[in-house]
């Protein structure tokens, strides 16, 4: 086992140890997992046109503040408005101009669609592409859709992010496709959340899907397979895991926090697969949406 | 044993794309043969209803000159790995810069954007394929030379030859771009370079000038294609008029498009009107103004009366009517008088000017778009309903009002069955009309892509079925439209392709041809 590898592995158990203790135990943790993933990258935020930036913007400097060391504890943010449809070279030249940056960018689809080719004529490098939609209809199954496209798993935030949104009661579904299914990560199995059944695709163990208060049928046509779909039971479960209990005050802020932990390289609930999903839905089948149904943005984690 | 490459062409075994990548590095270098998955995330969103893994590239190979590209076909042959080429990669909600196939290696043109000429007395250009609009226009106002540029909507950021390739449109009167592209040079599969028109005759000073050459015409060929690869491209621009009048006609009833159509028509015939005509709906003016959820928030497809609510809110007409004058400010007027007259006939229509339109938003981008400025307000679509799901459906028909009315009304049909929004407008050419409809979806909704994907199919069978060609098409459709122009075009496209490029090594799957 390479060294950091090793000292990731601790770091999560003995934070989940600490953690029972009702200690904190994630920092320590967060020094090893970003010693793996190599951040020594200066983190931004950059906030496009969308309403939801501030509110993202809260949960990923509580993300910045808890799990950063160093010069990485605040982040530095900047606000690009409007200015992506109206002057994209404005942005070019900041991407251009950027030298071994990692930016998390969170705008709304019209400017995402131009953000995505602009990032591809800076030679950037797209780690973790997400796609986030709270449904405006009261009647929707699930109230809250993540997707992502994420280079690896050791980019996820979707365990984090699932681990989060199932304590406030939210129903949701998070689908996650890796491009590449990192080898090393196979030692991650056990980081799997307790509070949901989890599957892996009979003959096909890439692909995961994890389920709570929600029939595995049902579950697998929300994420965005079949109903008929054959899973196995992963019989894998987790001696701990990490709970985090942070005063986020709504799924924004909740996935902004997940977001910023991700790109930190913090390296929480992650899994060797090529797609995963988590899908919940509450008994109470609580639809607050925290006054923000409709809401939708897109966020980026780049290096450039 | 896990492989390294994100995805492997087909029928290419690792050991052999490796091979063929070591040949690529050695042709351009380390730092322009990208493979990893960071590197090649950025050319996978499509904004299409299939899985993104069925588009994933393999590689990415970023030339610079004509000679690399040279040796990356050799390699490509002799490896049997297929590329697919873009230019700026912008053709967004047809495929964007993603391969039509999983495992394709992507030739990004991108680098090689080197203006080469541009003739202020010609009023012609010759670029290279990475050369971006913004930075044509930049180039143009940099030196003074009078010159407008005609592009599509997302202007600054793409750019003429790929627009130009895939028969794309502008809004100036040169908005049929194909028809002003003059001179193509080409590397052919087999490694030649052929020079297209007056190109291949040594000491010519005509290949900008004259399209025709001897012999049959060529440049056809290489357009929607798959033959060859366009590294340089000749096109005319249009000089700067003395004076340019834009303006809107906002119409309130839907039935209204029939009198349009024919009051546009010999307009645009005679060259009263020199640009295309854009007659836009009133829900594809409206994401410039408003957000969906604003007006309706259950499932289903906009309601009447909702729209009703934003035509009145934001002052808009069920159609919006965009064209412009061009010329001597004499000619102009004289002009002015006749479309004046011509669309004040009925009585139904209110004709707005520049001055009076100066404030609306939607206009203003529409104003810009004809006299070849940047803009790119149009991306608003894409926040209409949100999910980042988009798919242009473009059928054809004769510039007729009584060919407008059935499309509308099958194409509401069919996007209502399916629960989306009839996004949608009208565009005469000149004897031609394009029906354009923004197919928006939520893409985190797998109902949602399921019934979009399922939608544009019905969309494309049924319009076929009545006679109405697709001009343009993603690459998860292209199969399908190609079916629908018959078995003899299909065979005369396989019978160009096995004669031009016998390992399929360019793009297999553009337009349907392999």
Redesign the interface.
Known sequence: MDETRRNLIKGMLTGGTLLVLGIPGIVQAASSSAVFSGITRDCHLLLGSTPIGEAFATGARAACAYYGHGAQDSLVTSQLGETLLVDPQYTANLLAQSKNMRWIAVMDYAHAAIFTELVRNANGRLLALGSHVSASNTDAVLSLRHRWTTASPAYSAGGLLASMLVQNERSFSIRENFLMASSHETRLMNALLPQFSSYGLANQSATHLHCAGITLPEASQLAGWETSTSWDSLATRPAASFIEHLPLGNWIETTGYAVVAAALGMGIHQEACAQRAFVHRPGNRNLDHDGLAGQQFVSFVIDV | M?SQY?ALPKGVSEKNFDAAIHDFRKILGDAFVLT??????????T?MPVS??EH?PSAAL?ATTVEQIQKIVAVCNQYKVPIWMIS???N?GYGS?APAERGQVVLDL?RMNRILEVDKDLAFALVEPGVTY?QLYDYIKEHKLGLWLSMPAPS??AGPVGNTLDRGVGYTPYGEHFLFACGMEVVLANGEVLRTGMGSMPNSNTWQVFKWGYGPYLDGIFTQSNYGIVTKFGFWLMPEPPAFKPFVIQYQHEEDIVEIVETIRPLRISGVIPNAVVIAHALYEAPVKA?R?DYV???GSIPDEAVYRIMKDHKLGIWNVYAALYGTQEQIDVNWKIVTQAFGQSGKAKILTEQEAADDPAFAYRAKLMRGEM???E?????WR???GSMWFAPVSQARGSETLKQMALTKQILAKYGLDYSGEFIVGMRDMHHIVDVLY?????EQ?KAAYQCFDELLTEFSARGYGTYRVNTAFMDKVAETYGPVQRKVHKTLKKALDPNGIIAPGKSGIR
């Open positions: 896990t994100i990893s998955a960071e590197q090649l995330a950025p050319y996978i969103k904004m993104d893994a994933t970023l700026t990669g912008k967004l810069a991108k913004q600054a950021i957000k959820s928030s259950g499932p803009t790119l307000t991306f608003s679509l894409y926040n949100g999910g980042g939520d893409k985190t909704d797998p892509t």
